[in-house]
């Protein structure tokens, strides 16, 4: 049968495209990618944080899934090969898109046309030689001219194959990059939700790097597996099929065994080859955090003349990764060489086959050319299967740490449907603790069993020694965390029974270290309400002072304040962070040692204005402080004290009680100040006569 047809038969069977489709090398994956890039933009909200959030809660979570990895974030995630695959299937034939199910289907199309057209070459040109097999001193004009047609088949045959190819990669372009833009996308999304916690004991420079490379091993596992596993694996059947079915059980025999052991010695060497790839992952996120921190901390460095010490760190983390590649490359050409062995001997033997065949009659030339064209054209999906499993292996690899993210638990939810806050109209922002009990490790708590209020509207302060759960308030009420047991209420609402957004958004912070973005002075302002006006901008500039500053930079509010704020001093990031609260218009807010970079005049000037603003508008105050002075005009002091609540009342009231802890330690305070009084007016006294000692010196030698 396969005789009788053979210009049609061709139709039936798939050869792997010519054409390339385009995906990152394996050899680019043994170069470490530029260290610094949008890494540190990416890091500057976890470094700011994890100075104001010092205290953490570490907490080890088990997903139970088919298959479980240790992820760069110290969590167990399961991320399962086929886990991962099918959750890629799904950003190629989504639900709601019906121009991208199209745009797949056209590219599916193009692709079997492609195949088509490709298996047709091999038999043309076995036509052509059994053609050419005639006596061209006869008359032959009816034979060339066919032969000439064949030829021409040829040719369009080719030419079609590579044009048909090269739409579908065009068309599918859009396809693998729509897709890794919206798992980009949903990656980010993901970061911004996780709880408090997850961002300060992550690595920042080994996720953004993890994440790096999965975004780019995504891209061919969907080429991989939509255009080339199931395409390939067919057409290995099909021309098996033809080799069995015209020219016997020998050929098919040796096919079979050619197969067996090519797929048997792939699959094991790369089983073998996935721990060292893991390993040169795991070194490269290692040295990508070492070099961030380094640079992160560069101030810190030269201050203790540290630099050979980081650049050791670097260096070990380095050799690793280049100790862990050599194994990867060393172990590719392995692979290549024993898979390249088995095909040549399995060619060589079908050849031999052949010429036997030719020899003895049973096959023509044009035979043994089909046979070689076809062992060729199998070797080229073999091949190609053969690398597609390896890059397919490594890149599910590079994914895994993108899917643990994925696969993270957000800890800080709300309730399904939940109500937005919304807070008394005439006095808004009351807060109240009801034995709330909470800590980060469960052997330690914080608070025990706190119960306190803050009065609306009001100016309340909390002090106590470190560590008694102050800084801790705030993140509870911000809800960065859950309590243990107890209620927060704000207004008579618990906390955890309201939107998250709305909840954030009737709260404002002024943390201790301001976290800044590398923009304009103006857009980090404009980051408190982003449809600010640049009126109400400038309003806030100028109830903060930083009116001029700005006059005196040479491009005013739109200087670039520069990587963390580095470009401006402690005490102007302080009251650029003051400009954003005041912006914000929030009818909670929360100061923590926000004035700690200020001189004691600036510091007084600021805080008289941002109160009176805050009794105009009634706003609830709530000031974390260290610094007694700063607080004594509050109208409720809590007290803190080894998690609890150990006394309540006014600067006054406190005061009266000689015992209390608040008196100790406004006395301590106080004695320093003294102290420091004193010793600042000796040094001006010594300073002020050794002036006057110079002055005479010089007036005697002249």
């Not at 070492?290 to 260096?315: G, H, M, P, R, T």
Request: proline share 3%.
């Amino acid at each position: 049968m396969f005789r009788s047809i053979k210009l049609i038969q061709p139709f039936r069977t798939l050869r792997t495209s010519t054409t390339k489709f385009t995906t990152t090398s394996s050899s680019s994956w043994l170069i470490p990618n530029t260290i610094r890039r949008s890494i540190l933009q990416q890091s500057q909200q976890r470094i700011t944080f994890s100075r104001f959030f010092t205290q953490t809660k570490h907490v080890s979570q088990q997903i139970v899934k088919p298959k479980v990895q240790q992820s760069i974030f110290g969590r167990k995630i399961s991320t399962s090969e086929s886990f991962m695959i099918k959750s890629l299937l799904k950003t190629i034939w989504p639900k709601d898109n019906f121009n991208f199910k199209i745009r797949v289907i056209i590219a599916l199309s193009l692709l079997i046309a492609s195949k088509l057209l490709n298996v047709q070459v091999p038999f043309y040109f076995k036509e052509i030689i059994d053609a050419m097999n005639i006596n061209w001193s006869e008359d032959v004009g009816t034979v060339s001219a066919v032969i000439g047609s064949l030829i021409l088949a040829y040719g369009g045959a080719r030419f079609g194959a590579v044009l048909f190819g090269e739409l579908r990669n065009a068309i599918f372009a859009s396809v693998a990059q729509s897709a890794i833009r919206r798992v980009a996308y949903n990656t980010f999304v993901k970061l911004l939700n996780m709880d408090l916690n997850f961002h300060l004991s992550r690595q920042t420079g080994g996720l953004t790097r993890a994440i790096d490379r999965g975004t780019k091993g995504i891209s061919y596992v969907l080429s991989a597996m939509v255009f080339h596993i199931i395409p390939i694996t067919f057409e290995i059947t099909v021309v098996c099929g033809i080799l069995t079915y015209n020219y016997g059980a020998t050929f098919a025999a040796m096919t079979f065994a050619t197969m067996l052991a090519y797929s048997i010695f792939t699959i094991r060497t790369t089983a073998w080859r996935t721990k060292f790839r893991r390993q040169a992952n795991s070194a490269d996120n290692k040295a990508a955090s070492v070099a961030l921190d380094s640079l992160i901390n560069y101030e810190s460095v030269k201050i203790f003349n540290n630099e050979a010490y980081q650049a050791n760190k670097y260096d070990q983390s380095l050799t690793k990764y280049q100790q862990a590649s050599v194994k990867v490359a060393t172990s590719l050409a392995f692979l290549n060489s024993g898979q390249n062995f088995i095909f040549t001997s399995a060619l060589t033997a079908m050849m031999y086959m052949g010429c036997q065949g030719v020899a003895n009659g049973s096959l023509t030339v044009g035979d043994l050319v089909l046979i070689n064209q076809l062992v060729f054209q199998l070797s080229v999906p073999l091949n190609f299967l053969g690398s597609v499993y390896r890059e397919l292996k490594q890149s599910l690899i590079d994914m895994e740490n993108l899917f643990q993210l994925q696969s993270e638990p957000i800890r800080i939810k709300e309730i399904e449907g939940a109500p937005q806050l919304v807070l008394n109209e005439t006095l808004p922002g009351e807060i109240k603790f009801e034995n709330v009990t909470f800590g980060y490790h469960p052997d330690r708590p914080i608070l025990k069993n706190a119960t306190f209020t803050i009065p609306a509207g009001k100016k309340v302060a909390i002090v106590g020694p470190s560590g008694s759960g102050k800084s801790t308030i705030l993140r509870l009420v911000f809800r960065f965390y859950d309590i243990d047991s107890g209620r927060i209420l704000i207004d008579g609402q618990d906390i955890t029974k309201v939107s998250l957004e709305s909840l954030r958004k009737k709260i404002g912070v002024v943390p201790q270290e301001t976290p800044l973005f590398n923009d304009t002075i103006l857009e980090n302002i404009r980051y408190g309400r982003l449809d600010a006006s640049d009126e109400e901008i400038n309003k806030v500039i100028n109830s903060v002072q930083l009116d001029k500053l700005i006059k005196d930079l040479p491009d005013g509010v739109q200087t670039i304040v520069g990587e963390r704020g580095m470009m401006i001093s402690g005490g102007e990031k302080q009251r650029l962070a003051m400009a954003r609260l005041l912006l914000k218009k929030a009818p909670i807010t929360f100061f923590d040692e926000a004035t700690s970079a200020l001189d004691t005049h600036t510091e007084q000037a600021l805080l008289k204005t941002i109160r009176g603003i805050f009794r105009r508008d009634h706003s609830t105050n709530v000031s974390i402080a260290h610094r007694l002075r700063t607080i004594a005009d509050a109208d409720k002091i809590i007290v803190l004290n080894k998690g609890v609540v150990q006394e309540e009342g006014t600067h006054g009231e406190l005061l009266s009680q000689s015992e209390s802890l608040y008196a100790q330690l406004w006395n301590i305070q106080e004695n320093m100040d003294v102290e420091k009084e004193l010793r600042l007016e000796e040094e001006q006294r010594v300073k002020a006569e050794q002036e006057k000692e110079n002055q005479i010196f010089k007036q005697e030698n002249k």
